[in-house]
């Protein structure tokens, strides 16, 4: 789905996405970044994967030291110039997330949060490489996805994005079971604990998999 989130859903009509949230995916949206921050020291060089618009980074540059946002999309770092303003501790950055063109150990905390891992249209594994690659130890990698209690509330907030042309109509019948399917081909998907653990226990990694407001699964990875 990396090419649809590229043609369809880059810049504006991303945030338009995020604006139109109802008052509990609103909710599991603010209880994400609060988490993030919860784990940001202010001496920390944070690097974001799928950055978009600088929704996330936005809460960020007051927070760390100096921060990285990475995306395919050059309208969406546009926005995201425009969004977050004249910081002078932000860079941002085309990149591909599988692919990273930053050096060895160079950030203390890496996020992908907001299901980026289910929606890049790469290799997720090799993402979680990537990340922990440009991380530092002891430092952490954070990945986010949907709670499989956040569903009816996942799925409201996806209608309401299909009734504002932002997506296809969503197939009912096709719609289930963690997925949601649009008739014009968008599908999005998650990744629950066990899908987490099969992407990064082979890596010979330690993951620990947190659940937040019964709306996030949080997975940390503390760089050995």
């Not at 810049?11 to 970044?33: F, H, S, T």
């Not at 430092?139 to 996942?154: E, I, K, N, P, T």
């Amino acid at each position: 789905m990396a090419g649809y989130y590229a043609d369809k859903l880059s810049a504006e009509r991303l945030r338009a996405c995020y604006d139109l949230a109802p008052p509990r995916a609103q909710a599991y949206l603010d209880a994400e970044i609060e988490y993030v921050l919860e784990q940001t020291p202010p001496s920390a060089l944070v690097l974001e994967l799928g950055c978009g618009y600088g929704r996330v980074l936005r809460r960020l540059v007051p927070r760390a030291r100096a921060v990285v946002g990475i995306d395919t999309s050059l309208e969406s770092l546009r926005l995201a110039r425009e969004f977050i303003g004249p910081a002078s501790n932000v860079l941002l950055a085309a990149m591909d997330a599988a692919c990273l063109g930053l050096r060895d150990h160079g950030f203390d905390l890496t996020i992908c949060i907001q299901n980026g891992i289910s929606v890049f249209g790469v290799d997720p594994q090799q993402v979680v490489r990537e990340a922990v690659r440009v991380t530092r130890s002891p430092g952490r990698v954070l990945f986010s996805s949907y709670s499989a209690r956040f569903w009816d509330a996942r799925l409201e907030w996806f209608a309401v994005q299909a009734e504002h042309g932002l997506i296809g109509e969503i197939d009912r019948e096709a719609t289930r079971d963690g997925v949601i399917v649009c008739k014009d081909g968008f599908r999005a998907t998650t990744m629950d604990a066990g899908g987490f653990r099969r992407l990064v226990v082979p890596l010979g990694l330690v993951l620990t998999v947190t659940e937040i407001q019964g709306s996030s699964l949080f997975c940390e990875i503390v760089v050995p």
